[in-house]
Nanobody, 121 residues
Framework: QVQLVASGGGLVQPGDSLRISCAAS????????MGWYRQSPGKERELLGG????????YYQDSVKGRFTISRDNDKNILYLQMINLAPDDTAVYYC??????????????WGQGIQVTVSS
């Protein structure tokens, strides 16, 4: 069992940067591929990208490629999502997720609680 707790969300202005984190407990994070999702009002939850258990393989959806960076610190059991040049369309509840296996992230087996990011002037 893996417990995930996200932090670092909030209100930012267009063009700002923000890093959100996801702290894991219960098992070593290196045993799990991880991913970030978001859900905007009225829309389905969207996968933003994933990272392998080792951190060697990372992929992104086209909608965030070049602006968002997923990384992890397995020693600290933390997953990060660095976001730059934020726009109002990035306003959403962001979720971290963990997969049972450490390879390529394809499925969320555990979810964090979701954290609000609002981009507004």
């Amino acid at each position: 069992q893996v417990q995930l707790v996200a932090s670092g969300g909030g209100l930012v202005q267009p063009g700002d940067s923000l890093r959100i984190s996801c702290a894991a407990s219960g098992r070593s994070l290196s045993n799990h591929a991880m991913g970030w999702y978001r859900q905007s009002p009225g829309k389905e939850r969207e996968l933003l990208g994933g990272i392998s258990g080792s951190g060697d393989n990372v992929y992104y959806q086209d909608s965030v490629k070049g602006r968002f960076t997923i990384s992890r610190d397995n020693d600290k059991n933390i997953l990060y999502l660095q976001m730059i040049n934020l726009a109002p369309d990035d306003t959403a509840v962001y979720y971290c997720a963990a997969q049972h296996r450490p390879g390529y992230f394809v499925r969320a087996d555990y979810w964090g609680q979701g954290i609000q990011v609002t981009v507004s002037s």
